[in-house]
């Protein structure tokens, strides 16, 4: 939690910084409207962790919501009936590309960077080739609720991240959590110790694409059906998860932080905006942020380890 | 020839060094010793501009220097031997030896001179096992050592640093170094030898410098003193009863039986560890102990032969049926160093989903001082991980436990309580197998010791057995 807290600082004053601009911003309305555009990131965020901590790379998570809605709207194509059985195979579909790669990545030694980028080429090529280039069909609204209505006050889209946030933390805090840190602080020593490291791994990279289509479900309600849906979003949940001092390579750092680093990125991009400087910018932001974040973690570390050698 | 006067250096506002005076001549070895964090490697370190020391001064030949960067100590003269090399394996002898200078002829790299120095440097060091084209990767760890006082030696060093450099070292390989380091002086050339190891700095060591805890406790002629002594100046008390005693009555039942265990490195092992014993395993770098340890455990398993309890396929199956393994490289394959002392120590338990004992009981048994389950373990001593490592085992109370090296890169004091551990566990019912190079600590621990050779069991020696029966044989051919 120690290395943690200087992500909460930076949200906590990114905040701030938005509520001077825009005073209404902390009342409950805006906030849980802020959560609610923030929820299909967290959620990439934490599922990306899983896979980041094992010491492993997911970037096949943002072709994998574009790849979910897309198929969710022609399958449901309107009707009411088809919306639970089409969620439930959402949620099969994500956890099957999660095998698929955990598979490839462990069984088959293929470096997780290259699978994954495998997986993203499949499934954005796999949509073109079935759409022609724009989606058809549509969803329904009971299946758009979940991304834009609510229960009461609350949308479902933050009861729903707050269900998963709570499972991602109670995940990390039981066994499977300790054995997939030390898997990725030091699989060779982990596997000696008994830890089943490519089961973990596995487990790790399903829990990644059953958070791709839990994202893909909210952002299906919330933006709509279009063949650009997930577009970089791995990038922006592997930003998050760094930002929050996740050491990438695997071993250190805590969920909640992952989940902290990407409200800071959705809040930076809220205060870009206010400030009314272009979306375009967005990736180059992007891009520094990451730099930046790796570049102090690599920095800090040597030292720390200077200390301890002597 | 080198005068370091009142060096120190904090991290992190720790004081590692404080007030450290080294005088080495020309011509000399001259051997560092002390526990580990005593601060010898922070010496080394700062002598080889790695760190800048917040206070004193350095002068060479009466010239007083300051080195910002590694490459200013090293045109001062100064070279360093770490433990790990530093050599670039896919490239050739001589592109080490010249790498980053390489001597230019019309704007292209001229190998022809390049590797004629280079067969010169090492032909000088008597070396002619292999020559200036060979690739690194294909020497062995000794001779790559020779590489390194050679690209020492092309950069005019006259200060050559070792770093525990027998550490790799299988032990026929030792006395090549030996060579080495005599050839070295008769240069002229000063050499600075950092070892655990109190026999070879008997062996080659013309004055001693012991530190401890930051400071110089004295600089002594070797002649002058005897390991008691010295051992005494490192941790400040007498370490007469080096080892505890041995089991007292008969060793109990046979826990772990093992008849024509073979696999590829591997063959006809037959092998008992009964209850309450502590047995050696002695063998020369290569004649298969790590490997022994791992088949027994399973990591590496027999692929032939019988075993008692079921011969195991995987680590799980080991650590079902009761067996441990603390691990020779601590580094690599023991601990997981960005995590905490707590989560080290329970990792088999939630590895396997065993029930856990209370971590403040396990830290208490293996007495780790100070016991700070929170603490990252890499901030540790290596004398404490290797504490860690134990309560990890001891977390399931397994009945073999497997020592590969336990006190390796070990401080004395941390030695002498994980002997002292080792021999409560097997008094307390278990048994007991430990692996090590160093014969005085094999011979004063165990309760038997089977020898092996090419993979094979080559005889087996009852306590007490001297060196020599024990070298003889596992050298013998």
């Avoid at chain 1, 707050?162 to 499972?167: E, H, T």
């Avoid at chain 1, 596995?202 to 289509?213: D, E, K, N, Q």
């Avoid at chain 2, 007498?238 to 063959?267: F, K, Q």
Wanted: aromatic share 4%.
């Amino acid at each position: 939690m120690r290395r943690a807290l200087p992500i909460f600082v930076v949200l906590a004053g990114l905040l701030v910084a938005i509520a001077i601009v825009n005073p209404y911003f902390l009342e409950p309305p805006a906030f849980l409207a802020f959560v609610k555009r923030a929820a299909p990131l967290v959620i990439l965020a934490a599922g990306q962790y899983f896979v980041i901590v094992s010491g492993e790379f997911d970037l096949s998570v943002g072709s994998l919501v574009t790849a979910e809605v897309v198929i969710a709207a022609r399958l449901i194509d309107g009707s009411a009936e088809a919306t639970w059985p089409v969620l439930a195979l959402m949620i099969a579909f994500g956890l099957i590309v999660g095998l698929v790669n955990g598979i490839v990545t462990t069984l088959l030694r293929v470096p997780s960077f290259i699978t994954t980028l495998g997986m993203l080429l499949i499934l954005s090529g796999a949509v073109f080739l079935w759409t022609g280039g724009s989606p058809r069909g549509a969803l329904s609204e009971q299946f758009r609720q979940l991304g834009r209505g609510s229960l009461g006050p609350v949308p479902w889209s933050v009861l729903i991240l707050a269900a998963v946030a709570a499972a991602a933390v109670c995940a990390m805090r039981a066994g499977f959590g300790h054995t997939l840190v030390a898997a990725g602080d030091n699989d060779r020593a982990a596997a000696l110790s008994g830890v089943r490291v490519a089961r973990v791994r596995t487990v790790a990279f399903m829990i990644s694409g059953l958070s791709a289509a839990v994202a893909a479900i909210l952002l299906g309600g919330f933006a709509g059906v279009s063949a650009q849906v997930g577009k970089g979003l791995e990038f922006q949940a592997i930003t998050a998860v760094v930002l929050g001092g996740v050491a990438l390579g695997g071993g250190r750092g805590s969920v909640a932080a992952a989940m902290a680093g990407a409200f800071t990125l959705e809040a930076l991009f809220t205060l870009l905006n206010l400030y009314g400087i272009s979306g375009a910018l967005e990736p180059a932001v992007q891009g520094v942020i990451i730099i930046a974040a790796v570049a102090l973690g690599a920095v800090r570390f040597p030292r720390a380890r200077a200390a301890a050698a002597s | 020839m080198l005068r370091m006067t009142g060096i120190g250096k904090s991290f992190l506002g720790v004081r590692v060094l404080g007030g450290v005076d080294l005088e080495v001549s020309a011509g000399e070895v001259h051997a560092v010793v002390g526990e580990n964090g005593a601060g010898k490697s922070t010496l080394m370190k700062i002598l080889a501009g790695v760190h800048a020391p917040d206070e004193g001064t350095i002068e060479i030949d009466g010239r007083s220097v300051t080195f910002g960067h590694p490459v200013e100590a090293q045109r001062a003269g100064v070279a360093i031997i770490y433990q790990e090399l530093t050599l670039l394996p896919e490239r050739t002898v001589a592109e080490n030896v010249f790498l980053g200078r390489e001597p230019v002829r019309r704007g292209m790299v001229d190998r022809a001179a390049m590797e004629s120095a280079t067969g010169e440097l090492l032909k000088s060091l008597g070396e002619e096992s292999f020559g200036p084209r060979d690739l690194v990767r294909r020497l062995s760890v000794a001779r790559q050592q020779v590489v390194e006082i050679a690209k020492a030696l092309s950069l005019n060093a006259r200060i050559v640093v070792m770093d525990e450099p027998t550490a790799p070292l299988a032990d026929h390989e030792v006395e090549l170094l030996y060579t080495l380091v005599r050839r070295l002086t008769a240069r002229g050339i000063a050499v600075l030898y950092v070892s655990h190891r109190l026999r070879e700095i008997f062996d080659l060591a013309d004055r001693i410098t012991v530190l401890k805890d930051g400071a110089r406790v004295t600089t002594a002629e070797a002649s002058s003193l005897d390991t008691a002594a010295l051992v005494r100046l490192m941790v400040g008390r007498e370490l007469d009863s080096y080892y505890p005693p041995r089991a007292a009555g008969p060793p109990g039942e046979v826990i772990l039986s093992v008849r024509g265990g073979g696999n590829t490195r591997l063959h006809g092992i037959d092998l008992d560890l009964r209850a309450g014993e502590i047995v050696g395993v002695a063998g020369l770098q290569g004649s298969g102990r790590t490997e022994l340890a791992k088949a027994l455990f399973g990591a590496e398993p027999f692929t032939t032969g019988e075993m008692t309890p079921r011969r195991p396929r995987s680590v799980r199956e080991g650590i079902a049926a009761g067996i441990g393994l603390v691990t020779e490289d601590r580094k690599a394959e023991g601990i997981l160093p960005n995590q905490r002392v707590r989560d080290n120590a329970l990792l088999v338990a939630r590895a396997t989903g065993a029930p856990r004992n209370g971590i403040e009981r396990l830290l208490e048994r293996v007495r780790l001082s100070p016991p700070r389950p929170a603490q990252e373990i890499r901030l540790l001593s290596g004398g404490n991980q290797q504490k860690v490592v134990l309560a990890k085992w001891m977390s399931v109370a397994p009945r073999v436990l497997l020592f590969d090296e336990p006190t390796r890169g070990v401080d004395v004091g941390a030695k002498a309580a994980i002997h002292d551990l080792m021999r409560e566990l097997a008094r307390d019912g278990m048994a007991v197998l430990m692996i090590s190079s160093e014969l005085p600590e094999l011979i004063g621990m165990s309760d038997r010791i089977v020898v092996l050779r090419e993979g094979r069991v080559a005889g087996e020696l009852p306590a007490g057995s001297s060196e020599e029966a024990v070298m003889r044989l596992a050298a013998a051919s």
